[in-house]
T-cell receptor, first 117, second 111 residues
Framework: GAVVSQHPSWVICKSGTSVKIECRSL??????MFWYRQFPKQSLMLMAT?????????EQGVEKDKFLINHASLTLSTLTVTSAHPEDSSFYIC?????????????FGNGTRLTVT | QKEVEQNSGPLSVPEGAIASLNCTYS??????FFWYRQYSGKSPELIMS????GDKEDGRFTAQLNKASQYVSLLIRDSQPSDSATYLC???????????FGSGTKLNVKP
């Protein structure tokens, strides 16, 4: 159980275009999903917390107008990188945790490797 | 600043040995702790969860938690080359529902 699916697994786009990444919880409902970014040989950096039916909460330094998050249902959150630039090239990973006890762990999607040329 | 600290390594151990990975955290509000394994180019996968002081064993893995010392560790017995990866320690702060990750310890298990 607790499967999180992320799509696409990799994407190459040209500078200035937008890219949408989908994150789905397949066997549980997630009122909250978390979006992380990881640059090579660095740790996970939390970008934002996606909340179903309300606005996402962004971490300090993350541009909310550039990284648009939509959490329209209890099983789907999307991250759109708008007007992507080469410095946005990174590994984007979504995660969610099953509801219930406060101790449930985060489960991660397989990640999306974004390359902006 | 709520932090989770790990030695970046690399930690090198011979095959069959015990690998010991350590983690400290600064937020006493953290209540749940997790170890994730991340292979290069892949997303993290959950290895162990621990919530109470003491040891928790699962196969070759043992997690240890000492809340008074704000210390979490992971022991891997009979280390295998396939255990070579980066191990991430995470703490969950219940009130704010946030997970804080360490920078990870790279483990190399030499055949």
């Amino acid at each position: 159980g607790a499967v999180v699916s992320q799509h696409p697994s990799w994407v190459i786009c040209k500078s200035g275009t937008s890219v949408k990444i989908e994150c789905r919880s397949l066997d549980f409902q997630a009122t909250t999903m978390f979006w992380y970014r990881q640059f090579p040989k660095q740790s996970l950096m939390l970008m934002a917390t996606s909340n179903e039916g309300s606005k996402a909460t962004y971490e300090q330094g993350v541009e909310k107008d550039k990284f648009l998050i939509n959490h329209a249902s209890l099983t789907l959150s999307t991250l759109t990188v708008t007007s992507a630039h080469p410095e946005d090239s990174s590994f984007y990973i979504c995660s969610a945790r099953p509801p219930g006890t406060g101790n449930s762990p985060l489960h991660f999607g397989n990640g999306t490797r974004l390359t902006v040329t | 600043q709520k932090e989770v600290e790990q030695n970046s390594g690399p930690l090198s151990v011979p095959e069959g040995a015990i690998a010991s990975l350590n983690c400290t955290y600064s937020d006493r509000g953290s209540q749940s702790f997790f170890w994730y394994r991340q292979y290069s180019g892949k997303s993290p996968e959950l290895i162990m969860s621990i919530y109470s002081n003491g040891d928790k064993e699962d196969g070759r893995f043992t997690a240890q938690l000492n809340k008074a010392s704000q210390y979490v560790s992971l022991l891997i017995r009979d280390s295998q080359p396939s255990d070579s990866a980066t191990y991430l320690c995470a703490a969950h702060e219940y009130n704010f529902n946030k997970f804080y990750f360490g920078s990870g310890t790279k483990l190399n298990v030499k055949p």
